[in-house]
């Protein structure tokens, strides 16, 4: 094994191009023997060791991480927008009332029949419209009461609130 490193070998090693490679090595004590820039081995491990063991190592690690947990975020992000829901054209207008086929609500339980995620998550989807569209009748199929204005009035009779009487 050599004691010395040049250029080159110095530009494979840490994969940089010649400039950067002379300009790192002049930071790490290089020296010039004819046409040569040499570098000891043994003293540029030794430094590269120090570097390691500082906090500014320990910060760059961290950002460098930070970031690479961003990439896979944004990658997994754009993975999922590509996914096409096979979702009917009118899904924004669905009620309880026409649940996708497939899918059955009643108190207590949901079931949902699909073939593949995308179904699934496309059946889930307009059941979440339905649900938006129409709370009332959502919520009288989760809880077993057939007449919203029964919930309403239940909710009515319940322990009044603060300016709120009994009827």
């Not at 994969?15 to 570098?39: K, S």
């Not at 500014?56 to 927008?81: M, P, T, W, Y």
């Not at 669905?94 to 699934?120: I, Y």
């Amino acid at each position: 094994m050599t004691s010395v490193l040049d250029r080159a070998l110095f530009e494979h090693l840490f994969h940089v191009g010649w400039r950067r490679a002379i300009d790192l090595m002049h930071t790490f004590g290089a020296y010039q023997t004819g046409q040569a820039l040499l570098i000891d081995r043994a003293e540029l491990i030794r430094q590269l060791e120090a570097l390691e063991a500082g906090t500014e190592f320990a910060i760059e690690q961290g950002r460098k991480q930070r970031l690479l947990d961003s990439l896979e975020k944004v990658r997994r992000h754009r993975a999922a927008a590509r996914v096409i829901l096979p979702v009917a054209g009118d899904a924004n207008l669905r009620t309880m009332a026409d649940l996708p086929p497939g899918v059955h609500l009643q108190p207590g339980s949901l079931k949902v029949e699909f073939g593949e995620a995308e179904d699934l998550l496309g059946k889930l989807f307009e059941l979440a419209q339905a649900a938006a569209h129409d709370f009332d009748g959502f919520r009288s199929m989760v809880s077993g009461v057939r007449d919203a204005c029964a919930i309403r009035r239940a909710a009515a009779t319940t322990v009044p609130g603060p300016g709120r009487m009994n009827a």
